[in-house]
């Protein structure tokens, strides 16, 4: 298995553009998610999906679309990215919706720069 | 709404001391509580559940519910423990399939 996936490792942008940062896992997991990782603010939750065609909001969701139309893939959109969407992107997945022997997998992240 | 505090950014140990990351959380229901660690270079990796009280590399800890808090501690610091270390809540309210983070500790153990 390959876990979790992410494409593309690197990006620049410049403010206004578009783009999709894609994950996939091959695990089967039913619930995946996206967070940003940014210093000093750790770990936050942007989107997440409880399964395919199901979707919602985290703690930051603004300025990014998702969708789940298969259990495999939930990639991000950035509409018109700006510079305050400089981060690290992580996608993770879990088998379960929820439970505490439940291990969230992670992907190896995104780095992305907007200009 | 749930709320997870690490309240030190950084923390250095000299080799062979004891460690103990803090992590304090906010909760109505019945918490989850993860650790999960980011070596360099590594993919975020779950260290260790509350529910199973397990000792993984040579790590423990504890949930204490009267002090809602979750603090991992080592008793003696390797310098292969330098890392990020991130302390997650769930939660066994109907509907919270979210797990929080908390804003990491960066631990960095002296030779």
């Known amino acids: 298995n390959a876990g979790v996936t992410q494409t593309p490792k690197f990006q620049v942008l410049k403010t206004g553009q578009s783009m999709t940062l894609q994950c996939a896992q091959d695990m089967n997991h039913e619930y995946m998610s996206w967070y940003r990782q940014d210093p000093g603010m750790g770990l936050r939750l942007i989107h997440y999906?409880?399964?395919?065609?199901?979707?919602d909001q985290g703690e930051v969701p603004n300025g990014y679309n998702v969708s789940r139309s298969t259990t495999e893939d939930f990639p991000l959109r950035l509409l018109s990215a700006a510079p305050s969407q400089t981060s690290v992107y992580f996608c993770?997945?879990?088998?379960?919706?929820?439970?505490?022997?439940?291990?969230?997998?992670f992907g190896p992240g995104t780095r992305l720069t907007v200009l | 709404a749930q709320r997870v505090t690490q309240p030190e950014k950084l923390l250095s140990v000299f080799k062979g001391a004891p460690v103990e990351l803090k992590c304090n959380y906010s909760y109505s229901g019945s918490p989850e509580l993860f650790w999960y660690v980011q070596y360099s270079r590594q993919r975020l990796q779950l260290l260790l559940r509350?529910?199973s009280r397990e000792s993984i590399k040579g790590f423990t800890a504890d949930l204490n519910k009267g002090e809602t808090s979750f603090h991992l501690k080592k008793p003696f610091a390797q310098e292969e423990d330098s890392a990020m270390y991130y302390c997650a809540l769930g939660g066994s309210n109907f509907g919270n399939e979210k797990l929080t983070f908390g804003t990491g500790t960066r631990l960095t153990i002296i030779p």
């Open positions: 509350h529910i």
């Open positions: 993770a997945s879990r088998e379960g919706l929820a439970g505490p022997y439940n291990e969230q997998f």
């Open positions: 999906s409880v399964g395919a065609g199901i979707t």
